[in-house]
């Protein structure tokens, strides 16, 4: 059971780093960027989703 759980935490900290660089990378503010980037940091699970749902998007070249 620890597995499943030790992977499970693995893959959340991708997606909250993947998340985070997707931040720093978008038009937003800097206010904004920084507050994202704390919501993702301090709640890792309900802040990603709250991202994937309202936050912003790294710009495409």
Same mark, same amino acid.
Do not use: N, Y
């Given at each position: ?9 693995? %893959? =959340? ?6 998340? #985070? ?7 937003? /503010? &800097? ?8 919501? %993702? =940091? ?6 990603? #989703? ?7 998007? /790294? &710009?495409?070249?």
């Amino acid at each position: 059971m620890t597995e499943i759980t030790g992977i499970g935490g693995f %893959i =959340l900290l991708v997606l909250d780093v993947w998340a #985070i660089v997707s931040v720093v990378g978008s038009t937003a /503010s &800097t206010g904004k960027k920084v507050l994202w980037v704390l919501l %993702i =940091l301090i709640l890792p699970l309900l802040g990603f #989703i709250i991202w994937l749902i309202a936050g912003p998007r /790294s &710009t495409r070249p």
